[in-house]
């Protein structure tokens, strides 16, 4: 049974902060992009049964020196295998023989028996969701998103929650805990694919879309696929050291700690437009990323008045001006990055930013890393210069 002193949770946020978006926003208004902004406020989506219920927010929460023994994986019908494998990597391994813990690893299900897995085999699962009253961790790993959970399991899990253990989702798992009511007043992460639906469904967590997981103790949520093996490896580290998360790292042949979050790993196409839209001046920006460029050069293009332009803008990108012109810039950065040995300060210069500082600056508050860190991650071999974005 886990054990530590009760206390509040502490929200651990990776990757991305709230100070750089005022940062940006305080950006904007200096290039005097204030007028007919409206705020962009989300309609909350019906309460479901889920949300009526009371969740203990004083429950023992593990703290330094707990000692992790037990983990139990939910596996349901439509389990993604990847995922489910990850646990069973990490903690289900018998690795005694270089000195790592061992760990009571069970598979846990609404029932016990064969579960379907996503890719059409079947995975034999020994327990019911009374083997989560044992685990000091509850692994809830991704499987097809449902309108509703086994309402079992959820119980199951908001007592695992009251007596103190670390529950940790894999990419869609989140929503088995969101469903349980674990995630209200919680920040948490998905796959971005699934970020949307998950604020929509959940109107009481904070989703952060562009992090690779995100700790809000005792509940760690992590995106889509191999981010589970971030958090999963981050758990370790946290409850039983380093050395034993990078043991760990080592016999699977991954970095025990990655740089940056999923928006990394976001494909963002220019948005198709009619007629009426502004695809023609958007198509026009992405080309001439090294020029400065004001709002009211883009009006003019765009033959609108500053105002209008702005409202049009903000309706049809969701975002201002500003903030989408600088989007592009790192996505182009991203690329010269990826498939050229330019220098940073060359790579900044065509971007637009101007110099390495700056660019350093926006891919930071972007993409939680740096051009260099991110080289060294993407960069293909055989990089060659290349041209503006066509």
Known sequence: MPVGAAGPAVAVQVAADQDAEESETADEAQQGERGGHGSTVRAAAPRHEWQERSIATKSCHCHAGWM????????????????????????GLDRSEAGLPVYEFGLVGDRPGPMRTHAGFDVQVPYGPERLAEADLVIATATGIRDRYPEALCEALRAAHDRGAHLLSICSGSFLLGAAGLLDGRRSTTHWQYADLMAERFPLTTVEPDVLYVDDEPVITSAGTAAGIDACLHLVRKLQGAEVARAIARRMVVAPHRDGGQAQFVNRPLPEGDGDSLAGVLEWMRHHLDRETSVDDLARHAHMSPRTFARRFQQETG?????????????????????????????????????AATLRHHFGRRLGTTPQAYRRAFGGPGRTAERQPA
């Open 319 to 355: 975002t201002t001006p500003h903030r989408w012109l600088t989007g592009q810039r790192v996505l182009f950065a991203q690329r010269l990055l990826e498939s050229t040995d330019e220098t940073v300060d060359a790579v900044a210069a065509r971007c637009g930013f101007g110099n």
């Open 68 to 91: 992790l023994k037990n983990v139990a994986v939910i596996v349901l019908e439509e389990i993604h295998p990847f995922e489910l494998g990850v646990a069973c990597e990490v903690f």
